[in-house]
């Protein structure tokens, strides 16, 4: 069973960062594309970025490029997602599953692999 723990939300102002880790359990991530999604109140959840397990690309929604950078430690069995210059319109839970499909074009409409079953997730409140 696919299973990911995510952590280091918390609340931060605007302009500052937060790194997320996230730990998969019950199976070796090498081998798959890995995305952080993320659910505001009332929304759907959204793709955020993924990275690719072949050659190592990543792909961000506009919305973050430039911000937010993804990377993965496969020894550590691990994906991160470090947010700089965060904005309040990045408040929201964020996740990370595998990812079943990714259109460059349009990352918000990354579907998860099995979106039936999400973590507990990683609040993050940006605010002053």
């Known amino acids: 069973q696919l299973q990911f723990v995510e952590s280091g939300g918390g609340w931060v102002q605007p302009g500052g960062s937060l790194r997320l880790s996230c730990v998969a359990s019950g199976f070796t991530l090498d081998y798959y594309i890995i995305g952080w999604f993320r659910q505001a109140p009332g929304k759907e959840h959204e793709g955020v970025a993924c990275i690719h397990s072949a050659d190592g690309r990543r792909v961000y929604a506009d919305s973050v490029k430039g911000r937010f950078t993804i990377s993965r430690d496969n020894g550590k069995n691990t994906v991160y997602l470090q947010m700089n210059s965060l904005k309040p319109d990045d408040t929201a839970v964020y996740y990370c599953?595998?990812?079943?499909?990714?259109?460059?074009?349009?990352?918000?409409?990354?579907?998860?692999?099995?979106?039936?079953?999400w973590g507990q997730g990683t609040q993050v409140t940006v605010s002053s």
């Open positions: 599953a595998v990812v079943d499909t990714v259109d460059p074009h349009n990352v918000p409409a990354m579907r998860a692999l099995s979106p039936e079953s």
